[in-house]
Every structure is written in structure tokens, then in C-alpha cells.
């Protein structure tokens, strides 16, 4: 189950043997929701695998594909004001494409999808990903139009300027996300920000996309490892700032800790104390970006930077130490069952996050004293407000928003707060962050506030949306292949 990969591995070099001794997986699964559900991404509720080729999920297929087509013709619309027969050709065109059979995948790739692809091709944030099928709908849409020769010379025109401009927005939207996911771990000053930003403005081809993450998590969405990113950040970083992204260079940057049973219990007790003092080195490299941080903006006097410095190495050793006794009582557990059933098995313990550093009672009470809360308060702001753009422009991939409906879509974002996040989800749930940011905007926002604004076709859209979603209580559980899919909580 993809769900305890996260956790834990059986062996797969298990024998039969051994496997039938006595199968540890549901005394493992228990020990995983007792250690480590509080940090637990997903969740899943085993049923039946559902066939990712089968007839649902290529009528699902359809039916997005569908109502892609007539949001986005509504937008073309908008744009060229289409006569009644350009209207009539292009519904047409929409309904040949989505009706198409999908390209068919060889032993390989289908191997490949059933290994690695939980969730429906149709869902939220996949249906629109780079290896979705909406990027090669719309191209060969485009390609249909420009060959059918549809449209006027100077309705041609028109729409190019409007694509272009539709694709530089986007590009400063995620490139601001690709900063934020970065400057979490680095502390840019707003002038670091600037530059960075308008580096960015400048690449080609434009992004996008914004499905980065450091950690090596790929199962639900297709994240791409933010590593190969920040070559585009290095020229612009204080030395406190390059010393931290040596944490996050590692070839292949992972958020738990890894014990191997055949490796033997008592180099489980090795591996543990190697990592709790490569911890506490990651822990004074993220205090040493902090510092710099406040330094550069408020010119903190000598004292005050060795009172800061103190509450962060007071916060880290009390971090790591709750850690560390968590993690030896979870691996006397876990050395009891290796006694007593010789099963050669792996499990994997999170890590501690540095960002805990922000709510620890030291830290907080340090930056108020020092009163340097206002400048954390404006980092703050600039990521919240580069976060909004980031979810307009996820909207924007469902619903092709109009320029009369970007502000009005914004205002309603901003006044629910959608980018705020307060319980952490963000950091906490790496597999689903995208998934848990639709479903949060969905949920948040009526459909009495967002029917004036949408036309009938996003709406279709929208509706289409929410059902991916189900929330109980706070928790929000979508359908995989392999059942109920519980990604996390939205409040």
C-alpha cells in the first residue's frame, strides 16, 4: 500500500518462509498510526485495484476533456467575438478530440501506470500536468484550428496576444511558487526576492508548471525535484543562505529516516546517533539564514544577534531531543518484533522539520522581545501574496478565466484567506499539497459567491471539481485505484 511506503517497506527480498512465520504488517501498520500519524500525509481505506484503462475512467477522461474544450471556447470567444458558423466548427472540433481514443500505451507504459499512478488521470492538478491529457487536447485543439483555417487572419492575431499574455502571467505565478517553496528554506530578503523574480522573467521557455518538492514524492502527483531548480538561485545567496541549500542538494532528498532490519538492530542505534548530529547541523544552518535574515533588514546590534542565535539553539536542542526519544521508544518497539518474528523488514521515521523552529514558544517570544515581528510579518505577507497567484492561476488551468473575472476571483480568494495555512498542511502533507490546496479552494469559497462570476461552462467545471473531493469533518478523502484516499485536513 502506497499509503505505508511512506513508513514503512516490507522486505522484498522476504522469503516465503519467513513470510509465513508471522507477517508483521498489521502490528507495523499500528505502530506507524501510533508514531507517526500525527505527520502521516495519506491515508488510504484498502479496496479492490480499479483498472486505470477501464471504461470509467476513460469516460471521466471524456467528460473533462469536454468541458475543458467548452470553457476554453468560451474564452476564445471572448477574445475573437466568433460568428455563429466559427462557433458551430469549433464545438465540432472539441467533440472529435475528446471523443478520440487515447493514445495507446505499450506493455511498458501501462506496467509503469499501474505501478505509479494512483489517483485518475482526470483528477484536479493531474488532469492539467505536464503528462495530462488537457496539454495534448488543447495542442492538438490549437493545431486543428490553425490548420482548419477557422478563424480570420486578425482573429489570429488577437488571440496570439492574448495566449502570450495569458502564458507570461502564468509564468510570474509559478516562478513567485517556485521562489516561496525555496525561500521557506532560505529566508530571502525582499530585495533577493526582486532579483530572483525578475531573473525568472526573463527564462525561456516560460514555466509552466510550479510541481516542485524537495522531498522524493511522487506517487499521487508528479512532483519534479526542486534540486534541479536552484542553479537558478545560487548567484543571488548570502553564505549562511549557501550553506543551507547544501541540505537540500543531496541527490536524493527524503523527509524520513531509513532502518533496515537485515541491517541489524544495533546499527539501527549508529544510524540514529549519525543522524541526530547531521540534524542538529541542518538545525544551525537554518538558524544562521533566519539571523541573516533579520540582520540585513533591521541591522540587529551584536548582542541582540547572539540573543537570537541562543533562543534558535535552545529551540533546536529541545526540537531534537523530543525527537530523538520518540524515535528511540519507536525503535525498542520495532527491535522486539525483529526478535521475535526474524522478519527482514524496513520502516522509515520522520525527520524533524526545521520550520517547527517558527512555532516553538523560545523562538517566538525572542522575536517579539527583539521586535522583529513586523519584519516577519512583511516575508510573510509577500509569500501569501505570491501563494494567491499561485492558486488564481490553478484555477485558471480548470476554468480559463476571463480578465473580467481574474479580480473579482482574487478579491474572493484574498477574503477567505484561501492562502493562508494554518494548520501547516503545506509542509506537513508532501504528497498531496496541490490536491489539499484545490480542494481547501473549493470548500472555502460558495457557490453563491462564485456562480455571478463564472459562466455556465466553469460552472459545469467547478461542480465537476468539488466532486472530486469529499470532506468529513476537517478531512478531505478522494478515490484512488486503491480506495478511499484521505489526503489530509483543509482547516
Known amino acids: 500500500m502506497a499509503a505505508l511506503l511512506m513508513a514503512v517497506q516490507l522486505s522484498s527480498g522476504m522469503t516465503t518462509a519467513n513470510a509465513q512465520i508471522a507477517n508483521p504488517f498489521k502490528a507495523i501498520q499500528k505502530l506507524v498510526e501510533e508514531v507517526a500519524a500525527p505527520r502521516a500525509a495519506i491515508r488510504v481505506i484498502a479496496q479492490p485495484v480499479q483498472d486505470p ?24 470567444d471572448g477574445i475573437c467575438e466568433l460568428n455563429d458558423e466559427q462557433e458551430k466548427k469549433l464545438t465540432e472540433l472539441i467533440t472529435k478530440l475528446a471523443t478520440a481514443a487515447p493514445q495507446e500505451l505499450n506493455a511498458q507504459q501501462q506496467q509503469q501506470a499501474q505501478i505509479f499512478r494512483y489517483l485518475p488521470e482526470s483528477s484536479p492538478v493531474l488532469f492539467n500536468a ?18 482548419e483555417k477557422i478563424l480570420t487572419d486578425d482573429q489570429k492575431i488577437v488571440l496570439e496576444d492574448a495566449v502570450q499574455n495569458r502564458a507570461q502571467w502564468r509564468h510570474r505565478c509559478y516562478s513567485d511558487e517556485l521562489i516561496n517553496l525555496v525561500d521557506d528554506q532560505l529566508y530571502f530578503t525582499p530585495a533577493q526576492r526582486e532579483q530572483i523574480s525578475a531573473d525568472f522573467a526573463q527564462q525561456k521557455p516560460l514555466r509552466t508548471h510550479a510541481l516542485y518538492a524537495f522531498h522524493n514524492y511522487n506517487y499521487y502527483i508528479p512532483y519534479e525535484p526542486a534540486t534541479q531548480q536552484l542553479k537558478h ?32 538492530v544495533d546499527q539501527w542505534y549508529v544510524t540514529l546517533d549519525e ?35 541562543v533562543a534558535g539553539k535552545g529551540t533546536t536542542q529541545k526540537i531534537l531531543s523530543q525527537w530523538r526519544e520518540n524515535t528511540l521508544q519507536t525503535l525498542r518497539q520495532y527491535e522486539d518484533m525483529q526478535r521475535q518474528n526474524n522478519q527482514n523488514f524496513s520502516f522509515g521515521l520522520q525527520y524533524p522539520e526545521v520550520q517547527n523552529l517558527e512555532a516553538d514558544p523560545l523562538w517566538t ?41 481574474l479580480d473579482p476571483i482574487r478579491e474572493l480568494l484574498r477574503n477567505k484567506k484561501a492562502a493562508d495555512d494554518p494548520s501547516g498542511y503545506a509542509r506537513s502533507y508532501y504528497y498531496s499539497k496541490e490536491l489539499l490546496r484545490f480542494a481547501r479552494i473549493v470548500h472555502l469559497l460558495t457557490e453563491e459567491e462564485v456562480r455571478p462570476i463564472l459562466n455556465p ?9 468539488k466532486g472530486y473531493f469529499r470532506v468529513q469533518g476537517n478531512y478531505v478523502t478522494m478515490h484512488s485505484r486503491h480506495g478511499d484516499l484521505q489526503i489530509g485536513s483543509i482547516k
Open 53 to 76: 484503462f477501464g471504461p470509467k475512467e476513460k469516460e471521466a477522461r471524456e467528460n473533462r476533456l469536454k468541458e475543458l474544450g467548452a470553457t476554453y471556447l468560451v474564452w476564445v
Open 130 to 147: 505536464a503528462t495530462g491529457p488537457a496539454g495534448k487536447f488543447l495542442t492538438d485543439l490549437k493545431k486543428e484550428i490553425s490548420q
Open 233 to 264: 538561485f545560487e548567484k543571488h545567496l548570502t553564505a549562511s543562505q549557501e550553506k543551507r541549500l547544501d541540505d537540500l542538494e543531496q541527490s536524493n532528498p527524503s523527509s524520513h529516516i531509513t532502518f533496515n532490519g537485515a541491517d541489524g
Open 275 to 309: 543522524e541526530t548530529n547531521r540534524q542538529q547541523e541542518k538545525f544551525i544552518a537554518a538558524i544562521d539564514v533566519r539571523v541573516s535574515f533579520y540582520q540585513s533588514q533591521n541591522e540587529i546590534p551584536q548582542p541582540d544577534q547572539r540573543t537570537l542565535q
Open 365 to 405: 517570544h525572542t522575536i517579539e522581545k527583539l521586535k522583529l515581528k513586523d519584519v516577519g510579518q512583511q516575508r510573510a505577507k509577500m509569500i501569501e501574496d505570491a501563494d494567491l497567484e499561485y492558486l488564481l492561476a490553478m484555477l485558471d488551468d480548470e476554468l480559463w478565466l476571463s480578465k473580467d473575472q
Open 457 to 465: 461552462q466553469q460552472m459545469a467545471v467547478w461542480d465537476r471539481i
